[in-house]
């Protein structure tokens, strides 16, 4: 018996199901076209950003080979290379364990649970309740 406003229970289920895949392919491609332009981006960045590395990697180890000349220059003794190179190891080894000390407190206060898109998946869900609830 259908008045014409009320629907029965498989019409409702049949534009729940309609509604979601509606839903699901909305974001889909949502998703998709942000994550094509990223990646069309980053592959005009790609090439520089690795080119870069290299180069600052370069200047690193020459700045190291300085900083060990330098010391080695230092003393006056054969054992001056060794001392060198022992000197800069365990500067390295320290600032090293400092900053991995540092960064893993800061990654225990940091909460790796993506929070806004979680809120714009429940209010998706609230959205979705109070429609199949108004449809019934």
Not at 2 to 11: A, H, M, Q, R, V
């Amino acid at each position: 018996m259908s008045n014409g406003y009320t629907k029965s229970l498989p019409e409702v289920v049949n534009d729940l199901k309609t509604d979601l895949k509606d839903f699901v392919a909305t974001r889909l491609a949502m998703f998709r076209s942000e994550m094509t332009e990223k990646w069309s981006g980053l592959k005009l960045a790609l090439p520089a950003l690795i080119i870069g590395l290299v180069l600052l990697g370069t200047c690193w180890l020459l700045f190291t080979a300085l900083i060990v000349t330098a010391i080695a220059t230092a003393f006056a003794s054969p054992w001056g290379w060794v001392y060198a190179f022992l000197i800069v190891f365990a500067a390295y080894l320290l600032l090293g364990l400092m900053m991995v000390v540092g960064a893993r407190a800061k990654l225990r206060e940091t909460k790796l649970i993506p929070e806004r898109t979680i809120r714009v998946l429940k209010q998706d869900e609230v959205w979705l309740q109070t429609e199949a609830r108004t449809q019934i």
